[in-house]
């Protein structure tokens, strides 16, 4: 019998549920930052609510996305976040929401990817929001897409690509609050990260492959050594029979 470590069993789940653990680390740590700085309604900008609300309701869509009922919601989520990197441009943070909707938008390119063979089954709203997205789809594949060497990881890993474009401004948040000693902020910057970026980059089929790949491996390893210990103790039985 193979017995499966905890560790092996954390990944499977991880693979399985990646996009509700992107929910969770988003959303989670951004309702913890609220608390934490005690923003209200009448504190709170106009694009600062709205962008709140674009990323809520993109992080959700990304949790409903299922390849088969609901193809339509990597790209939707993907859009909403964009929109949310917009709003935050508008509150006064051109680096960090162009970075954000950049990021998000890649999000919903590789959504783009998933429904492309069939789209002409969505409903009209989907369909608009193919065509409307399909220049930037082109023009990542006719400018960065053609790059020597590293073309066709820009071009074809758009959700591993989205995570790395965040990641300069998710260490220097991170490193910021550790400095100024500020717990609560690095915990919502490391969530921000490993479960939402993380999460979300999870859609990445070779990403997924390769940790289940490792997953199998070790499977493979603890039976192995399974098999060896039971057929050692086979040999001392047989030993101590004769």
Same mark, same amino acid.
């Given at each position: &019998? ?7 069993? +954390? ?21 913890? %930052? $609220?608390?934490?700085? @005690? ?13 709140? +609300?674009?990323? #809520? ?8 996305? !299922? ?6 919601? $990597? #790209?939707?989520?993907?859009?909403? %976040?964009?929109?949310?990197?917009? #709003? ?5 943070? =051109? ?15 590789? @959504? *783009?990817?998933?429904?492309? =063979?069939?789209?002409? !089954? ?15 789809? $082109? ?8 790059? /020597? ?5 820009? /071009? ?17 948040? +991170?490193?910021?609050? *550790? ?13 921000? &990260?490993?479960?939402? !970026? ?9 990403? /997924?492959?390769?940790? #289940? ?9 603890? @039976? ?19």
């Amino acid at each position: &019998m193979i017995s499966v470590s905890p560790f092996s069993q +954390i990944r499977n789940f991880i693979c399985r549920r990646h996009n509700v653990i992107q929910l969770i680390g988003y959303e989670g740590a951004n309702v913890a %930052l $609220l608390f934490q700085q @005690g923003v209200t309604p009448d504190r709170t900008a106009l694009p600062e609510t709205f962008a709140a +609300i674009f990323f #809520m309701a993109g992080s959700l869509a990304i949790c409903l996305f !299922d390849p088969v009922k609901r193809p339509w919601a $990597l #790209m939707w989520g993907g859009f909403s %976040l964009a929109l949310g990197g917009a #709003m935050i441009v508008a509150a006064g943070y =051109p680096l960090t929401g162009g970075a954000v909707a950049l990021a998000s938008l890649e999000t919903a390119r590789g @959504g *783009m990817a998933v429904i492309a =063979p069939r789209l002409a !089954d969505e409903t009209l709203a989907t369909r608009l929001l193919s065509w409307v997205l399909q220049p930037y789809g $082109l023009l990542v594949e006719r400018t960065v897409g053609r790059a /020597k060497h590293i073309g066709p990881m820009l /071009k074809d890993r758009p959700f591993l690509i989205g995570a790395l474009i965040k990641l300069p401004l998710r260490v220097e948040f +991170i490193a910021k609050n *550790m400095l100024a000693g500020d717990m609560v902020g690095t915990g919502v910057g490391l969530a921000w &990260m490993i479960l939402g !970026d993380g999460g979300l980059a999870l859609n990445d089929n070779g990403l /997924k492959r390769r940790v #289940m790949v490792a997953e199998r491996s070790e499977g493979h390893d603890a @039976g192995l050594s399974n098999q060896i210990g039971e057929r050692a103790s086979l040999s001392v039985a047989t030993s101590s029979s004769g």
